[in-house]
């Protein structure tokens, strides 16, 4: 083939995709676009997270409901079906040289031997990226996930040498350039879609309002119950939490603070727990500590602020959080960061205030003022409620990754060209 019609083949698929992606922004909750080719099977892999991941099982769960033939591959300790989805468990990584080394060509092994071999499999972790070409040479199609901007995120892991870590980001840009080459991906932000190449879709990490469970404790002016729902961390802003606790209750409110989810990072929980004690906060800031996605989300419907206080970090700063979904479902008014990729849906629509994290002056003020304004906070809280009924819901936003999986498997909508 000439060079004049090769380069004239790439305008041509340059102009397609661009075409499919406007129509995938446009996809309305009214559109049929979205049902798929009945019957086709895909897999979701991933060895990072659990397999009831907010996002990942929410994703398997609403292409099983609509026909497809969905398996899951990730860590568990059994194979079993829910809610329409197959799990084909792995053993845990015993470590993360292991989790990286290893554990991709366990996961891939295990695709492979599936009983239906997928059409279609969608990876959730950079780690797989290493078979991505494997799979698509044994003819399966691909979709990269990407949950956040990893090269970013390799600049701020307090496990790694810090002279080493620009190297290292540099380095998997390179590396996933060339591993996912030709490669369509979906994406929670568009500031991180922006950076790679059609097809592509941005899919945000939004709640399922059939997930939320009904509020039993009244709204009430008494003891006010404060909560963070998610990974307990440093860079979510945990440390910094706990003395704007300290500075609230010297200014005598009377609250609760519940902090939900696993504590991660190396001695935190022992440093979480001495900083509670030296505060004098241990009735008033509780670690609940690991829970289910189903109980960590009762605690959210049964609170009055949710807090959302990350640290300014190069990932967070282009980061979604579907906590803020979350407690905005549940009709909580919201404390967040005062990142510009929040101000739409904080700030933008008058359903929370946003704040200096790094300031524990700050966050208290803020949570102080929601305390002395019931009137003002519920308020917020309908406001936010409202918002996601009207367009911030999985319900609606599933429906772009239904249309974006037609468009990769219909072979009439599209014809899949790598590179």
């Known amino acids: 083939m000439s060079t004049r019609r090769r380069a004239a083949m790439r305008a041509w698929r340059r102009s397609a995709l661009r075409t499919q992606e406007g129509r995938l922004e446009r996809t309305s909750v009214h559109r049929t676009d979205t049902v798929p080719l009945l019957g086709q ?14 996002r990942v099982f929410k994703q398997c769960r609403s292409l099983a409901e609509v026909g497809y033939a969905v398996d899951l591959v990730a860590c568990h300790e059994a194979d079993e079906t829910v809610q329409g989805v197959r799990i084909h468990g792995l053993p845990k990584p015993p470590g993360r040289l292991a989790r990286v080394m290893v554990w991709p060509w366990l996961a891939l092994r295990r695709v492979l031997s599936l009983r239906t071999r997928p059409v279609l499999c969608h990876i959730h972790d950079p780690e797989l990226l290493v078979m991505v070409q494997v799979l698509r040479v044994c003819g399966i199609r691909v979709v990269y996930d990407v949950h956040e901007n990893v090269a970013e995120d390799i600049r701020t892991k307090a496990y790694l040498w ?3 870590r620009p190297l ?3 380095g998997y840009r390179l590396a996933e350039a060339i591993l996912m080459s030709g490669v369509p991906t979906v994406h929670v932000i568009e500031s ?4 790679y190449r059609q097809p592509r879709v941005v899919v945000r990490n939004l709640p399922r309002m059939a997930d939320v469970p009904p509020r039993k404790r009244p709204w009430q002016d008494g003891t006010a119950r404060l909560v963070h729902s998610g990974i307990v961390s440093r860079q979510r802003g945990i440390m910094t939490l706990v003395k ?22 190396r001695g935190l929980e022992a440093d979480l727990g001495r900083a509670i004690a030296d505060a004098g906060l241990g009735s008033r800031v509780l670690v609940m500590g690991a829970v289910s996605f189903g109980a960590a989300l009762a605690e959210v419907a049964e609170a009055d602020v949710g807090l959302c206080v990350l640290a300014p970090e190069p990932n967070t700063l282009n980061s979604l959080p579907n906590k803020l979904f979350e407690y905005m479902v549940c009709r909580l008014p919201v404390v967040a960061s005062d990142f510009p990729a929040w101000r739409p849906y904080v700030s933008g629509l008058g359903a929370g205030l946003q704040v200096d994290a790094t300031s524990p002056a700050a966050i208290a003020d803020a949570m102080a003022w929601l305390l002395d304004h019931p009137a003002e906070r519920r308020e917020m809280g309908r406001r936010g409620r409202e918002a996601v ?15 974006f999986y037609r468009m990769l498997l219909d072979r009439n909508a599209y014809e899949y060209c790598p590179g």
């Open 389 to 403: 009924e009207r367009e911030f819901c999985w319900e609606l936003e599933g429906r772009k990754l239904l249309a």
């Open 162 to 164: 810090r002279p080493v």
């Open 244 to 265: 704007a606790a300290e500075v609230l209750a010297g200014k005598g409110y009377d609250f609760e603070m519940r902090l939900v989810g696993p504590i991660c990072g």
């Open 168 to 170: 290292l980001a540099v």
């Open 192 to 195: 991180i879609a922006r950076r």
């Open 41 to 54: 099977p895909v897999c979701h892999i991933t060895t990072v997270h659990s397999p009831f991941d907010f």
